[in-house]
């Protein structure tokens, strides 16, 4: 059997083999590949083509009985690992691609680091990633690369665009700010002197856009923010930009402020005493004031913000802007066996904006926005976006029994009572009709798609009828393609518009919530659509979501 030996050059890091055919058998290229893996150079690149020569070499000098002539090739290369540095073209990471070794070392923190610094990478290095990059090299076999990113630019922070903050309090904000008196404690009668404006007071600051801060490629070059862009004040009715300062907002007329996104506007205001038999139904294009309370029978209508410092009973009020009761809002169901959903109420208040009270009992309420209450809220009927008890920071307030039909949730301290009197909260209010419109666009989508496979049997007719092949035939494959492709674009566009609305459909769904601080109780019932919950024991804090068609507890 033919004989292999092995031996290694540092000088040129190559194997040589010298094959021994005294026994004249001849060596295959089998048996060197077996003899070269079984040694301790098998970590070695192992050069197939030299190799085979060696063996025909050995082979020939065997046939010419030449047993005794030397055969030595190099057949395997000890190669260090080869690292090659990646920069992405927008220059912010910097990817290290490194071929493992063949029997040579592994590659060194240090020189990595080397290479990136020849690749022009000086800054982000990533010294975690470049260990585990090495870590990787040790498990993987000769040859194998290994990727890694090791380098990271900084992206710069842009700058924040201006933002506006209300330096003037408005009625909402006062309902939980009544004044400290001497001993520190707080009368809960006194909520203070009630703000409106006069001309020449501030109502929002502007804050300057600010630049943000640069940052840096892995290059080391600077990478320049985003300045933060000069955001036009909201100028609304009865306001000015500030003569002395161009950051500041400023009334222009007494009244009432109300905050806008990006501004205020004032409203003119009514101040009255009460609204009752003296003062009569009010409708006022604009703000009021009510220092009293608003007495049964009475109605009041405005386009602007309406506070009444007092008590709404009974009364029926219709605000275009925001509605703020500093105390509670009071009213009966005309029969008192009514079914909730269908009574009708003595107390009816429709806003359009946010609505704000202590406490609210037995009141048919539509609110375009949010209901916010601080105490109670009783045996009511409420369709609004949102109810909030207390604030988001600190939740507050019970509700007990009731029909609150909200698009969005409801979050409060305590929901429902111990007694298990019935309370019913109805989410997503315009889930029926967007279901009904993504069924219509269903049917839609597949009615374009019964017509497009019959253009199809058109077109496909047409191309088979080669009997007719004239100016007419001609004709109608180009009316067939032209309405091929007005089918398609309006396939396309049902398309479309089922999936946008699916997403939001879905989407709506899975934001609702229902949140309470300190109970749940039961025979609460939730329902969105089909689905459907009721509490059958009392919890205690409770956060509910929807999710895969269902309600569940979180």
């Known amino acids: ?11 040129s890091n190559k ?9 004249e058998v001849a060596p295959t290229d089998a048996l060197l590949f077996e003899a070269w893996h079984e ?40 190669r260090p690992a080869k690292v090659k540095i990646i920069v992405a073209t927008d220059m912010m990471s910097a990817n290290a691609e490194v071929t493992a070794p063949y029997g ?31 870590k990787d090299l040790e498990k993987v076999a000769p040859g194998e690369v290994v990727n890694q990113t090791i380098a990271h630019g900084k992206e710069p922070e842009n700058g924040v665009d201006s933002y506006f903050e209300m330096l003037s309090k408005s009625a909402r904000e006062r309902v939980l700010e009544p004044q400290a008196l001497e001993n520190g404690k707080v009368d809960m009668r006194d909520l203070g002197e009630l703000i409106s404006v006069k001309p020449g007071d501030v109502l929002v600051k502007r804050h300057p856009p600010t630049l943000g801060k640069p940052g840096y490629n892995v290059k080391g070059d600077a990478v320049k923010p985003k300045p933060g862009a000069k955001v036009d004040f909201d100028i609304g009715q009865g ?34 005493k009460g609204v009752d038999v ?55 169901k005309v029969d008192d066996d009514a079914d909730l959903a269908t009574a009708d109420f003595h107390c009816n208040i429709k806003v359009s904006g946010d609505i704000s009270a202590k406490y609210i009992q037995s009141v048919n309420i539509e609110c375009g926005n949010q209901v916010q209450f601080y105490g109670q809220i009783l045996h009511s009927r409420i369709k609004a976006n949102s109810i909030l008890g207390g604030s988001e920071k600190a939740l ?42 993504k069924a219509l666009l269903a049917k839609h989508k597949q009615a374009k798609i019964e017509v497009l496979e019959e253009i199809k049997l058109a077109w496909q007719h047409l191309r ?81 979501i929807h999710k895969k068609r269902k309600f569940v507890r979180v």
């Open 1 to 11: 059997m033919a004989q292999f030996f092995f031996e290694f050059d540092e000088t």
């Open 464 to 544: 088979e009828d080669t009997e007719n092949e004239n100016q007419n035939k001609a004709d109608l494959i180009e009316q067939t393609i032209k309405s091929y492709k007005q089918q398609d674009k309006e396939l396309r566009k049902f398309s479309h518009a089922y999936e946008q609305l699916a997403k939001r459909i879905e989407t709506q769904q899975n934001a609702v919530y229902i949140e309470t601080s300190k109970n749940l109780f039961s025979k609460t019932q939730i329902v969105m659509g089909d689905v459907s919950f009721t509490s059958v024991e009392d919890w205690g804090p409770t956060k509910i």
């Open 278 to 332: 003296k003062s009569g139904h009010i409708d006022f294009e604009g703000g009021v004031i009510v220092n009293g309370d608003v007495a049964e029978g009475m109605k009041l209508k405005a386009s602007g913000n309406v506070t009444v410092v007092g008590f709404v009973e009974n009364a029926n009020l219709e605000i275009q802007g925001d509605l703020t009761v500093m105390k509670g809002i009071i009213g009966r």
């Open 104 to 134: 040579g070392a592994l590659p060194k923190p240090n020189q990595i680091a080397k290479c990136c610094a020849q690749a022009g990478v000086t800054m982000g290095l990533d010294q975690a990633a470049i260990s585990s990059l090495i």
């Open 239 to 272: 306001t000015v930009i500030s003569p002395d300062d161009e950051n500041l907002l400023i009334a222009d007329i007494p009244g009432l402020p109300y905050e806008m996104k990006n501004g205020a506007r004032v409203d003119n205001v009514l101040e009255l």
């Open 396 to 437: 507050g307030g019970k509700i007990v029994g009731g029909l609150y039909q909200v698009e969005q949730g409801v979050k409060c301290a305590s929901l429902g009572a111990i007694a298990s009197t019935n309370t019913r909260i109805e989410l997503f209010l315009a889930l029926k009709d967007q279901l009904a419109r």
């Open 39 to 78: 040694s301790d150079f098998n970590q070695f690149l192992y050069m197939e083509a030299e190799a085979k020569k060696a063996v025909a070499l050995a082979c020939q000098n065997l046939v010419q009985k030449k047993q005794d002539a030397e055969v030595k090739f190099a057949i395997a290369e000890r």
């Open 15 to 23: 194997l040589n083999v010298s094959i021994n055919c005294e026994d």
